[in-house]
């Protein structure tokens, strides 16, 4: 599975981007997709995650009200990431994550690092 990250870029706080990331090769069966994001000096963190359906989102707290995971519904392999009022503590490289399962319990296990499939970052620089 190859996952393909876009929509990285710069902006002034409090304004908004959108990021999306398209699943392609293997994507048979169900699997949960996600973001994390690393800033610079730090670890990678978790951002988002959904569950295959949909149905279930889940949001690290420094994101939460602020950001919405949604899957396309022309494009059942792809997710966007909305990012509003967005801050200069939201600058890191942004990165899509996936894997197998579609469960509640899946998206759980990404949450915690289980990840099977990483796209490559895009940048997202939030001016103060």
């Known amino acids: 599975v190859q996952l393909q990250a876009s929509g990285g870029g710069l902006v002034q706080a409090g304004g908004s981007l959108r990021l999306s990331c398209a699943a392609s090769?293997?994507?048979?069966?169900?699997?949960?997709m996600g973001w994390f994001r690393q800033a610079p000096g730090k670890e990678r963190e978790f951002v988002t995650a959904?569950?295959?359906?949909?149905?279930?989102?889940?949001y690290s707290d420094s994101v939460k009200g602020r950001f919405t995971i949604s899957r396309d519904n022309a494009a059942e392999n792809t997710v966007h990431l909305q990012m509003n009022n967005l801050k200069p503590e939201d600058t890191a490289v942004y990165y899509c994550?996936?894997?197998?399962?579609?469960?509640?319990?899946?998206?759980?296990?990404?949450?915690?690092?289980?990840?099977?499939?990483w796209g490559k970052g895009t940048q997202v620089t939030v001016s103060s």
């Open positions: 994550a996936s894997a197998s399962g579609g469960s509640i319990r899946s998206m759980e296990l990404l949450r915690s690092g289980g990840v099977h499939y």
């Open positions: 959904i569950t295959w359906s949909g149905g279930a989102t889940d």
């Open positions: 090769g293997r994507t048979f069966g169900n699997y949960v």
